[in-house]
């Protein structure tokens, strides 16, 4: 692969926080036009990768090596304080200025255009999620990195945002981070998948991953069957917290 | 006409309001009225020092608040104290410290109650200078910081994943309010200054459904609540600092009715 096209490198990249590791060794490379996924149980750190990759951490380990500067985040909880109004219109030029053309283009995308002078504490979770990713997309970034998008939106809307994530990459050709728990969407839509339980379980193409037995492991039996079912020798076995206790060789 | 008092005072006024309105809003956006409580708090200690060592109030208070702002954001990292116990510890350390060197400069005249409300006719030319290059500079050092401070008040790590440094903005910030608290402590007093950093503002959100007009509001209010609480202080003979702030609370109040009505309506 070229290596100009990648956007972000980690490599080894791991936090170590209050006497524990919530994520280590961690080696992902995200590319242009490309859409990685990170899955995992909760707590196993998907969060924390994605922090690490947008710099988010003062003291790392490993290394992070970033050759974008043009990055769009949707976190995975905005709260926004009664205190503070502020309209759809408003939150959308919060990190950048835009032409209306555009900010109407992006809202339009995402479903939400009719929302655009309402205020973002009367919308609904999934009607904000839309704006989330409205604004996310409207400044064209390389980079862009997506906590769990699609939180709260109706299964329609799910299905027609993951189609509109893919083709942003495509269209954009922008790298994609997309942190998601909607295994069977994930899988369909994705180039690359890293599987998370503290570290990297597993990775690789949506075939390779839903194969593995690790996967099987963390998501159960159901999940991999929605795919296929294929054996393989396990190399190390988890402790509770997704520690590797034992490496068989 | 600058030898009026009177006028002195309504000029101050002025410029602490245009520049309370914006800076008022982002302290009540990101809930910082106990902050600004403790660097006001902190001013009293800027006053005795620099009574005692003879050099200019204004300059004094602005590089003891800055000090205090800047030991608290310190401290807010590296300590597991809330960060209300930590603001209470230092803002009433400051006022106590303040209160016993007072004991110790007995020899000097102190108005201890003009530097806690305010005192309108202590106000001179100088300090009309202060009040309008102070406020001008602190204006446009907002305006130069306003979208990244924005975003950041919205949501730190988005700010800080789309590259606008967030915990400079947030620096920076801080010392506009210990800006703000060294030009304004003579005219509203070391007590009530937050009041006309956050009432009006508090006004204008009930009026408001957009940040701009929040902001343009507050400094409506502010206005109101210098030229009403000026004339009521010198008609019926009430102290500057309180008289401003109880016009501002009258404005709150009437603003409620309009937001009341606002919901009935939904």
Same mark, same amino acid.
């Given at each position: ?249 | ?37 403790? *660097? =006001?708090?902190?001013? /009293? +200690? #800027?006053?005795?020092?620099?009574? @005692? $060592?003879? !050099? ?5 208070? &602005? ?17 597991? *104290? =809330?960060?209300?116990? /930590? +603001? #209470?510890?230092?803002?009433?350390? @400051? $006022?106590? !410290? ?5 004991? &110790? ?22 300090? /009309? +200078? ?6 001008? $500079? ?129």
């Amino acid at each position: 692969m070229n290596t100009s096209d990648t956007l972000v490198r980690l490599s080894k990249a791991g936090i170590y926080k209050d006497k524990k590791w919530l994520v280590r060794d961690v080696d992902l490379e995200i590319n242009r036009g490309k859409i990685v996924t990170l899955i995992g149980p909760n707590g196993s750190g998907k969060t924390t990768t994605a922090k690490i990759a947008l710099g988010l951490y003062k003291s790392i380990s490993g290394n992070v090596e970033r050759n974008t500067q043009n990055i769009s985040y949707v976190p995975q909880k905005v709260s926004i304080d009664w205190t503070l109004p502020v309209r759809v219109i408003d939150f959308m030029v919060l990190t950048q200025n835009l032409k209306q053309d555009d900010i109407l283009e992006a809202l339009d995308l995402t479903g939400v255009k009719h929302l655009k002078r309402s205020n973002l504490r009367d919308l609904s979770g999934g009607e904000f999620q839309r704006v989330l990713l409205a604004r996310a997309i409207a400044k064209k970034p390389d980079l862009l990195v997506l906590d769990e998008p699609v939180q709260g939106v109706d299964f329609t809307g799910e299905v027609a945002l993951y189609s509109l994530i893919k083709e942003i990459s495509e269209k954009l050709n922008c790298g994609i981070l997309l942190i998601s728990h909607d295994l069977h969407v994930v899988m369909s839509a994705t180039d690359y998948v890293v599987c998370l339980n503290g570290h990297v379980c597993c990775c690789g193409t949506p075939k390779d991953v839903a194969q593995s037995k690790y996967y099987k492991e963390l998501f159960g039996e159901k999940s991999a069957e929605l795919l296929s079912i294929y054996e393989h020798n396990h190399d190390h076995v988890h402790s509770s917290d997704g520690n590797i206790i034992k490496e068989i060789k | 006409m600058l030898d009026d008092f009177l006028v002195r005072a309504i000029i101050a006024g002025i410029g602490i309001a245009l520049v309370t309105g914006p800076l008022g809003c982002f302290v009540v956006w990101r809930r910082l009225s106990f902050f600004g409580d403790t *660097l =006001a708090h902190s001013a /009293l +200690l #800027g006053v005795l020092l620099s009574i @005692s $060592l003879n !050099i200019n109030v204004s300059l004094t208070i &602005f590089v003891v608040s800055s000090l205090v702002a800047l030991i608290l954001l310190r401290l807010e990292k590296s300590t597991n *104290l =809330a960060g209300d116990s /930590l +603001l #209470g510890l230092i803002s009433h350390s @400051s $006022l106590a !410290i303040g209160l016993v060197i007072l004991g &110790f400069l007995s020899f000097i005249r102190f108005d201890v109650l003009g530097v806690l409300f305010g005192d309108i006719l202590s106000v001179n030319t100088n300090d /009309l +200078l202060f009040i309008w290059i102070g406020g001008g $500079l602190i204006l446009a050092v907002l305006f130069y910081i306003w979208k990244p401070l924005f975003a950041s008040t919205v949501n730190y790590e988005l700010a800080e994943a789309e590259g606008m440094n967030p915990e400079r903005v947030n620096a920076i910030f801080t010392i506009l309010l210990a800006a703000l608290i060294a030009i304004s402590i003579k005219m509203i007093g070391v007590l009530l200054i937050t009041g006309l950093l956050i009432i009006p503002t508090a006004m204008a959100r009930n009026l408001s459904n957009n940040p701009k007009q929040m902001v343009v509001l507050s400094i409506i209010g502010g206005l109101l609540s210098v030229f009403i609480g000026l004339y009521a202080s010198f008609e019926i003979n009430t102290a500057s600092g309180p008289s401003i702030v109880v016009v501002a609370l009258i404005l709150f109040i009437l603003s409620l009715l309009r937001i009341g009505k606002k919901n009935y309506e939904k």
